[in-house]
């Protein structure tokens, strides 16, 4: 398994921010092609530049994936199960936007259905280069618990403690 926190090592009210990405032309182009969302909003400047937000943004639910990738680039935990997503759109991301994920354990309990599993519920907010939240939401995850035989605490290579860290 990789490097990492198991269940039994994270904690309510733990905190961490992620590595950054800087978005680019070839993001949005990817992510376009990769959706099948060809909007002028994301891909046509003329018209991106006649709406309210002035110019071309990146697809929302780009942005959610660029948090759940920065999330699992942080190494904060070990291989784990996407339960789903609650997630909204504050402000939009652009082309040159640094961006990076604040995140905190909110809920935790051991699965009912796996007791070899956890289950934790993560306040994710993905912030811009001026540290303004551009969306948010609520990821949980089902993770595996610590083995009887690996007796020493999961590190996160990438995570950045912030505060309330433990």
């Given at each position: 398994m990789t490097a990492g926190h198991y269940y039994d090592d994270a904690r309510v009210g733990d905190e961490w921010r992620t590595p950054r990405i800087t978005v680019t032309e070839s993001h949005?182009?990817?992510?376009?092609g990769v959706s099948g969302d060809?909007?002028?909003?994301h891909l046509?400047?003329?018209y991106a530049?006649?709406?309210?937000?002035?110019?071309?943004?990146?697809?929302?639910?780009?942005?959610?994936?660029?948090?759940?990738?920065?999330?699992?680039?942080?190494?904060y935990f070990r291989t784990g199960v996407s339960l789903g997503w609650s997630w909204?759109?504050?402000?939009?991301?652009?082309?040159?936007?640094?961006?990076?994920?604040?995140?905190?354990?909110?809920e935790a309990r051991v699965s009912r259905s796996r007791p070899d599993r956890g289950i934790v519920t993560v306040g994710v907010q993905l912030l811009n280069q001026h540290d303004d939240v551009v969306q948010e939401g609520v990821h949980r995850?089902?993770?595996?618990?610590?083995?009887?035989t690996d007796d020493g605490p999961g590190r996160a290579p990438n995570a950045v403690p912030t505060a309330g860290a433990r």
């Open positions: 949005v182009l990817a992510y376009a060809y909007s002028p909003l046509d400047e003329l530049s006649e709406t309210e937000f002035g110019g071309r943004i990146a697809h929302g639910l780009m942005g959610l994936s660029l948090a759940d990738g920065l999330k699992v680039r942080s190494g909204e759109f504050r402000r939009p991301i652009r082309i040159g936007d640094t961006l990076q994920a604040r995140c905190r354990i909110d995850l089902m993770l595996p618990r610590r083995p009887e």
